[in-house]
């Protein structure tokens, strides 16, 4: 009798095609990047669920979702299945280790492109959330803010995007 394979409907690169979630999770886990994503979600930003695809896309060690459990998933793109994610609801829960940088547009960010991260030691990325920025906790927390360069009217990128740029820019200068 034959049986044909039906193709693997999920959002995973070819290489993770008819794997367990428990199996994408664990090599995820022996492969990813010496960072991590802070995240605020105080207010259920919807640009939540693209922070955590983001930090997948990017083989981030774990995102830390600060606040409210609950978020919009549909960002995510089955991304959060795959991904380390813990809840904290209090900053003394945070046990951050390493480097811990803040992206956001404020008076003391040093420019992202002349920003060097540090090889030798973990980095966790803190971000906040639409309209209010870093919440006044987490720039309690960082030792370091960088800002990413904007060559147009608006203000700032929205958090999704400038996490992704984040990430980006983290994994060109180290990984690569």
Request: proline residues 2%; glycine residues 6%; hydrophobic residues 35%.
């Amino acid at each position: 009798m034959h049986h044909e394979v039906r193709p693997d409907p999920r959002n995973v690169d070819d290489k993770y095609k008819y794997w367990s979630e428990d199996a994408i999770k664990a090599d995820m886990r022996e492969k990813c990047h010496n960072f991590s994503v802070l995240i605020s979600n105080k207010t259920k930003d919807f640009n939540m669920g693209t922070v955590i695809r983001n930090a997948n896309a990017f083989l981030a060690k774990e995102v830390i979702i600060y606040g409210s459990k609950q978020y919009d998933r549909r960002g995510t793109v089955g991304a959060h299945l795959y991904t380390n994610l813990r809840h904290v609801k209090y900053t003394d829960e945070l046990n951050l280790e390493g480097l811990v940088v803040g992206i956001d547009n404020i008076k003391r960010a040093e420019p992202m492109e002349s920003f060097q991260w540090p090889k030798d030691q973990h980095v966790t990325m803190v971000f906040g959330e639409e309209q209010g920025g870093l919440l006044a906790e987490f720039l309690e927390i960082c030792e370091k803010v960088v800002y990413i360069n904007q060559y147009g009217s608006v203000r700032s990128l929205n958090v999704g995007v400038a996490s992704g740029v984040a990430m980006y820019d983290y994994c060109r200068k180290i990984v690569d």
